[in-house]
């Protein structure tokens, strides 16, 4: 238990605040990344209602 005191001390230490640059970088990649998933999803939507539409008389 010592050991883990002494190793979160030494992390919260080496941590920093992210500066704006580096914010701004990790905000665009995690936006791109809700983007990317987001047209994905609707990309297979859009491809199961055009199946059902051609499935159905």
Same mark, same amino acid.
């Given at each position: 238990m010592r050991k883990f005191?002494?190793?979160a001390k030494r992390v919260i230490a080496v941590a920093r605040k992210p500066g704006r640059e580096e914010? *701004?970088?990790?905000?665009? %990649?995690?936006?791109?990344?809700? *983007?990317?998933f987001g047209? %994905?999803?609707f990309a297979i939507m859009l491809i199961s209602y055009f199946i059902q539409g051609m499935l159905t008389p």
């Open positions: 005191f002494h190793e914010y *701004l970088q990790v905000a665009k %990649v995690a936006g791109l990344g809700i *983007l990317v047209l %994905v999803g």
